[in-house]
């Protein structure tokens, strides 16, 4: 069975995976050129024109302890990936990657069932490459092509599995402490004043760190606060 499949256009590739998960295997890719409903964060729209890179990745974890590290794994390796080619990138928690703070590539893991049973996530990647203009999504957004950069798709998609599953064995194994010090290298926000979203009631406060476990350490008017997840505003 081939690894990857490939659309011209698709509603979109992490509802593919969900659709098909039973019969596919750990590490299966779907790619697209375009999506036609594209789905962000917190039931948000990722507008999905051509130019962007767009692709979904099939995991079956032998366990589910660190299920959301593998997202912030897969932030990580867009990281490395981008700052090769352009070094002011950075990562926002839990897992967006920014350059010269505007949005560049955005995550989004689901669960999947299969027949009833957690079987495996979909790590869905949206990457800004090649589009000439940004839609107004309501944040600052930018693409590799505004930044200047050149970037071929395929290759970069190569260089960011590459780094995902050279770390991924140590994740399964010992969750986000794996990656805690590259990931904190990244993360700029330490001692920054920030409001995080998730739903709720936005709590402000200035951040103190990223955990061992991923999670972000906060001081607030009222005390520490530990956030498991959540929308930075920076
Ligand atoms: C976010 O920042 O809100 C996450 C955006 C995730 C978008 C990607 S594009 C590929 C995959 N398919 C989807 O429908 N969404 C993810």
């Keep these: 069975m081939s690894s990857s499949v490939h659309f011209k256009e698709i509603d979109s590739t992490n509802n593919y995976l969900k659709e098909h998960c039973a019969q596919l295997p750990h590490g299966f890719i779907v790619t697209a050129d375009k999506q036609t409903a594209g789905r962000g964060r917190f039931n948000r729209k990722w507008v999905s024109q051509e130019g962007g890179l ?9 366990q589910t302890d660190f299920w959301p590290n593998f997202t912030q794994l897969m932030g990580l ?3 490395r990936a981008i700052e090769k080619r352009y070094p002011k990138t950075y990562l926002k928690w839990p897992n967006d ?13 689901e669960g999947v069932l299969c027949g009833g049973k957690l079987e495996g996530m979909i790590i869905g990647t949206g990457v800004n490459v090649g589009q000439k203009t940004m839609p ?4 600052p957004a930018t693409s590799l092509y505004l930044l200047g950069v050149q970037a071929d798709k395929q290759t970069l998609l190569g260089e960011i599995m590459d780094y995902f599953w050279q770390d991924y064995p140590a994740v399964q194994a ?4 794996a990656i805690c010090e590259p990931y904190r290298a990244r993360f700029p926000f330490i001692g ?7 739903g709720e009631k936005p709590l402000c406060g200035t951040v103190r760190d990223v955990s061992s476990r991923g999670t972000l350490l906060l001081n607030t008017a009222d005390g520490p606060e530990e956030i498991y997840i959540g929308d930075l505003i920076v």
Excluded: H
Excluded at 54 to 62: D, R, T
């Design 97 to 109: 990657v920014l350059a010269d703070g505007k949005k560049l590539c955005g995550i989004l893991s």
């Design 136 to 139: 107004d999504v309501g944040q």
């Design 54 to 62: 767009y692709f979904s990745v099939l995991i079956k974890p032998e």
């Design 77 to 79: 390796s867009l990281c």
């Design 174 to 177: 010992r969750g986000f402490a």
């Design 192 to 198: 920054k004043e920030i409001t995080v979203k998730n």
